[in-house]
Structures are given as structure tokens and as C-alpha cells.
């Protein structure tokens, strides 16, 4: 009788447990638009998302493989969460949209390994995405070591993807790579291998018939690398991947690495129309909240002017620096970059003459660093300043008695967990000694503007200097400009340094003057680094340079008003009582726009292109529900409305 009890318990228990393996466990959105349905199937785990009913990732993998246990398979489910609503509110001034409202419901999966180690999987789904990520809450001091992580994205067949390829550590110029400074993959089969073993980059953006999904990461502190996608996607199933070994700071470790317990970043999908995934906010909602040490209102945001860009290295001396100022001034602009060697080429003591000279016209400077550190083979100085904290923090210290307002510091080459580490490092030192910090050369912030206010804009983008290095790059710029709203620049803020009104040297631009004008309204970021030079500028008309001297330096809402990918883009941005209208053509026919515009004001001020080559024709508009604008080949517009 006891063999037969036992016999029914173990037969019981084992319906129980092909039961629970065999459960979905769905979370929706608040307005019940996306599901995601979570499940074991032969002790792994899998996802699925559906959007108005209809599936739109096919099932995906999740799990990680530790050193000592491996969470991807023989897992046991423990028990599921109830729904939970989850809401914040928060106001961040380096973004689309000045105040933020995230909601979402929340399930938690608690899982057991085969011996019995714990791991939770925490869903959030809000209307405009998904996003997830892993912990491990058991409590254990000794450091645990991540090999793999299985987390899957598994795309439909048909589906078409704009990808940027990652780039190999330490190629390119002076080994500096990798830099997120590729040119995109436009429209590219899903599954379509990367050109290298390196892989692909966030944010990754993808269609589905109707549906839109842009794949990206937040949250990203110390305790983890930056992460890509693999290189390979059979039959379209993209597989997160850890950086190359090359990619740290010097003798550090790569690969995850942390005490118990331990929280992953967030895996995010922004999911809905072109229009939902370009103005979701995904990529800050779930960024951890500013530091409690670090004032926001402490770093101010703007425009600067920038020798380097059109007149390169031998620019940076007093004289030409100091025409810079007054420029910056004249344009009333908040900022001058003072660039590469300015420790040799002007030196510390005639840097602070520079700097007393700057506060007298309102002008802030900022100052160029180089990372330093065995990761490259840059030349240019100051380097070696920044690697160690006492020396960091003591060169900091120099600058805020000097009056410097933030810095740029150049060529990171590496997303490895000890690379992260050195970004935040410098992050919080700098916000200690109120110094605003650009990045170039460098990682994708990741939502790390919402948590360090100090970081107002890093580059990660082939952007405005190489195409002053290289015709194909001018040739490119169209279709890369149409793209990037809808990829790079989605989340966090970009330093392309945009606008060159007029010809460039040896160069023969593509885009028309209205297109680059339009670029700093189009693309977002902290502090715009404007492109264009005091000689160019003369040569405008009054009411581009009155436009460009009033332009806001930051935003109260962003939206898309039309586009595609890599063919064109109108973007409204608001600030204040007015709204900036944008838009740019990236093909070489001419493009009708019609769009409503009774809701952006009741008076405005439209720029064209005009009929010669570089010029433009200026124009009152009146609000219409059908405002027809028509863009020139590879041409733009700019609308002012209040």
C-alpha cells in the first residue's frame, strides 16, 4: 500500500511538473496590443511576442551559462509572479521629450537549476515594447563568471532588417576600433550573416509586415559588458553576444563577471508602427534614475563651435581658437570644443587666458582628451591623464579652477566589462568637479544619460568628419542620415556633429544646404557640435543665421510626422511655445511631403532650398491640414511654427 502511495505522488508530481513545463504564462501590455507568452519546453526556456493577435517573434531562447552552472537548460520552473502595473515619471532634459511616463505589467519567472541554484527571468510590457532581464538573487560573496548568454531574438521569415555591423577590435585607424562608426546594412534579408565574426550593433531595427521592432539594451552598469548580436542568425534568430577578448581596459576582465545577487541589463524591443518605435522612450524608462549625487541642473545643455572639424589639426593654436570664442559668441552659442594636442599646440597656462576670455563673451570650453591606456596606438595628447582615478581626479580638479565646462575624450575601443566600468568611472568623477562629458570613438550610451545628467552626447556613429575624409562617405550620407533617426539616434543622444552649409574642402557634398540645416532639428544630442565654419556662416542669409543663433537646446516632445528608412524623414520637435519641423530627402528625386500642421501653431516660417546651388528661399506658411512641401534630390526644409 505504502509502494502504491508513493507510486500515485511521483506520478502526480511528474503530471504536475510536464504540466508547468508545458504552461504559457502571458503578460500583456496595458492596452493589451502586445503579449508575450513565457515557457518551458524540455527544461529550457522560451518566448514568443504577438501584436494585435498576430505573432512577431517567433520563439526566441533565454538563459545564461555561468562558470559554475549552466541556466539555459534542465531548468525547473519554482512559480510565476502575480501581474504587476508598474509606473514612473521622470523629467530628463537630454532627451525627446522633457517629461517621461512609463507604464507597464510586470511578471517574474522563478526558476531552479538542476542543482537547484536560482534564477528569476522579469518581464516588463508596455504599449510601446517589451523588455527583460535576469537575476540571480541568491546572496553569495564569491565573484561568479558568465560564459554565454542564450537570449535569442527569432525574427519571421520575410522579414527585413537596417543593420550597422560591428566592427573588429583593434582595426582601423591606429587600432581604435571598435568605434560603432559603419556604415548600416539597408533593408538586408533577416538572417543575412554580418560581414564579420564581430557581429551587429544596437540598436538593431527590423519589419514584420505592419510591425516595426528596434532591439536594443538599458541599463548597463559596471556588473556587466555591452553586448551585441552575433554574427550568424539561422533562419533568423539573432543570439546575443559577448564582446572580443581584445576589448578591455588594459589587463581586465571582458566577459561578465559579479557577487550573487545579480542583475542583468534590460533586453528591450520597441514594438509597433514606424511612428510608436521612433518616439518610444524604452531605452531611458528602464535606465536606472540619475544618481542622487549628480544635479542635473548643473550641466547645461546647447550648440558649440568646433575648429577641428572643417579646419583639422592645425587649428588648434590661440588665434584660431580664440575666433572660435567670438564665433561661438556672435552665434550665441554656449560652447567652443577645443580639440586634439591643445596641451602642446596652446598649453595649459594659455588655456586659461582662452577660458578667462571665454567666460567674458558667455562662452563655456571644452577640451579634448584621449583615453589612453594599451587598447590603441593614438599619438595625440593630453593622454595618460584619465586611466587611474588620482591622476583623473586630479586633472579634473585643474579644470574646474580653470573654469573648463566639460570634456571630450576619444578612443575607447571596447565594450568589455572593464571598458564599462572605465566610461562610468569617468562619468562620476566628472560630475564631481562639474564637468559636462562627450564621448568619441566610443560605445553606445545605453540610457546612461538618464543616470549620469553630466553625459550630454556621445558619438558612436560614422558621422560628419569622415565625411570630410572621403567622397564615398559624402555619397553616403543621404541614405545614412534617413536612417539613423530610426536606429542610432532613437534612445540616446548622438554627436554627429551635423551642418555644413557650404562646400567642403576637396569634397564634393551630396546634400543640399537645407538638408544639412534641417540635420540638427532631425538628429538629437546634448550639446549639437555644429559643423559649420565663421567664414561659412558670413555667407548665409540673415534669417538661417537668426534661425540658428534661436535654436533651442533642448526639447519638450519629439514626433514622427513621416518617414522610411534610409529614403526620408520629417521630425517635429518642440521647445517652449514653438515647434521645429524637419525633414530631409535621402534619394535623388525630388519628394512631395503632405502632412497636418494646424496642430504644430498658427504661424510659421518655412526654409527651402533655393533654385542656385547652396542657397535658400525663405517663405511664411499657413497652418493647413494639408501642407504640401516638396523636397529637392537629396534636399530638406526647416519650419519654425508658434
Not at 492596452?31 to 501584436?51: E, H, M
Not at 515619471?89 to 538542476?114: D, F
Not at 594636442?341 to 567674458?360: C, F, P, S, V
Request: proline share 5%.
Amino acid at each position: 500500500m505504502k509502494y502504491k502511495i508513493i507510486t500515485i505522488a511521483l506520478f502526480v508530481f511528474t503530471v504536475l511538473q510536464t504540466v508547468k513545463s508545458q504552461t504559457k504564462y502571458e503578460i500583456s501590455s496595458p492596452d493589451q496590443t502586445l503579449k508575450v507568452n513565457v515557457f518551458l519546453k524540455d527544461q529550457q526556456l522560451f518566448y514568443t511576442v504577438n501584436r494585435n493577435g498576430a505573432q512577431v517573434l517567433n520563439t526566441s531562447t533565454l538563459g545564461l551559462v555561468r562558470s559554475d552552472e549552466d541556466f539555459s537548460k534542465k531548468l525547473r520552473l519554482l512559480s510565476v509572479s502575480k501581474n504587476e502595473t508598474v509606473k514612473d515619471t521622470y523629467t530628463l532634459k537630454n532627451a525627446k521629450r522633457l517629461v517621461n511616463n512609463y507604464l507597464a505589467n510586470k511578471k517574474i519567472i522563478h526558476l531552479e537549476s538542476q542543482s537547484k541554484k536560482k534564477m528569476d527571468v522579469i518581464f516588463q510590457v508596455s504599449n510601446d515594447g517589451i523588455a527583460f532581464r535576469y537575476n540571480f538573487p541568491d546572496r553569495d560573496a564569491k565573484v561568479k563568471a558568465l560564459s554565454e548568454e542564450k537570449t535569442s531574438f527569432h525574427f519571421l521569415e520575410n522579414s527585413k532588417a537596417w543593420m550597422q555591423p560591428m566592427s573588429v577590435a583593434k582595426t582601423g585607424w591606429e587600432g581604435t576600433n571598435p568605434s560603432y562608426e559603419e556604415n548600416y546594412k539597408k533593408e538586408i534579408k533577416v538572417g543575412t550573416p554580418a560581414p564579420t565574426q564581430a557581429g551587429w550593433v544596437y540598436p538593431a531595427l527590423f519589419q514584420c509586415k505592419d510591425t516595426w521592432l528596434l532591439v536594443s539594451e538599458t541599463g548597463l552598469d559596471g556588473n556587466y559588458c555591452a553586448t551585441r548580436l552575433k554574427q550568424n542568425s539561422p533562419d533568423g534568430n539573432y543570439q546575443i553576444g559577448f564582446p572580443d577578448q581584445r576589448e578591455a581596459f588594459t589587463g581586465q576582465n571582458v566577459n561578465p563577471e559579479s557577487s550573487l545577487p545579480w542583475y542583468t541589463p534590460w533586453r528591450i524591443i520597441a514594438i509597433g508602427s514606424l511612428k510608436t518605435v521612433t518616439e518610444s522612450t524604452l531605452g531611458t524608462d528602464l535606465a536606472y534614475p540619475a544618481k542622487s549625487n549628480i544635479n542635473p541642473d548643473q550641466f547645461k545643455l546647447g550648440k558649440a563651435s568646433w575648429s577641428w572639424i572643417i579646419l583639422k589639426d592645425n587649428s588648434i593654436v590661440y588665434d584660431v581658437q580664440k575666433r572660435y570664442i567670438d564665433f561661438a559668441a556672435d552665434m550665441k552659442w554656449e560652447y567652443c570644443l577645443i580639440d586634439a594636442d591643445w596641451d602642446r599646440k596652446i598649453g595649459y597656462e594659455k588655456m586659461q587666458e582662452l577660458a578667462d576670455y571665454a567666460k567674458t563673451k558667455n562662452v563655456g570650453l571644452l577640451l579634448w582628451y584621449n583615453s589612453a591606456g594599451d587598447w590603441n596606438t593614438v599619438k595625440y595628447t593630453p593622454k595618460n591623464k584619465l586611466t587611474n582615478k588620482e591622476s583623473r581626479q586630479e586633472e579634473f580638479a585643474m579644470l574646474q579652477k580653470m573654469g573648463i565646462k566639460g570634456i571630450k575624450v576619444d578612443f575607447f575601443g571596447g565594450d568589455g566589462q572593464s571598458m564599462i566600468k572605465y566610461y562610468l568611472e569617468i562619468f562620476e568623477d566628472a560630475a564631481k568637479f562639474g564637468l559636462s562629458v562627450n564621448c568619441h570613438g566610443a560605445t553606445l550610451p545605453r540610457g546612461w544619460q538618464r543616470t549620469y545628467p553630466n553625459l550630454v552626447t556621445m558619438e558612436s556613429i560614422k558621422g560628419m568628419e569622415f565625411i570630410t575624409f572621403e567622397q564615398d562617405n559624402a555619397n553616403e550620407e543621404p541614405a545614412h542620415a534617413t536612417t539613423i533617426p530610426f536606429t542610432r539616434n532613437v534612445f540616446d543622444p548622438m554627436d554627429f556633429t551635423p551642418m555644413s552649409l557650404n562646400k567642403l574642402p576637396n569634397i564634393n557634398l551630396k546634400t543640399t544646404s537645407t538638408f544639412e540645416l534641417a540635420l540638427p532639428v532631425i538628429f538629437h544630442s546634448g550639446i549639437q557640435h555644429l559643423a559649420e565654419t565663421p567664414e561659412g556662416m558670413a555667407k548665409v542669409p540673415t534669417d538661417v543665421k537668426t534661425f540658428l543663433q534661436e535654436f533651442p537646446a533642448s526639447w519638450t516632445d519629439t514626433k514622427l510626422i513621416d518617414g522610411y528608412p534610409g529614403k526620408f524623414v520629417v521630425m517635429a520637435r518642440k521647445a517652449g511655445k514653438k515647434w521645429y519641423i524637419a525633414g530631409i530627402n535621402g534619394e535623388n528625386t525630388a519628394k512631395e511631403i503632405t502632412f497636418d500642421s494646424t496642430t504644430f501653431g498658427k504661424k510659421g516660417k518655412l526654409i527651402l532650398d533655393g533654385n542656385e546651388d547652396r542657397s535658400f528661399v525663405q517663405s511664411d506658411i499657413t497652418p493647413n491640414a494639408n501642407t504640401k512641401i516638396t523636397m529637392k534630390p537629396y534636399g530638406g526644409f526647416v519650419i519654425v511654427m508658434e
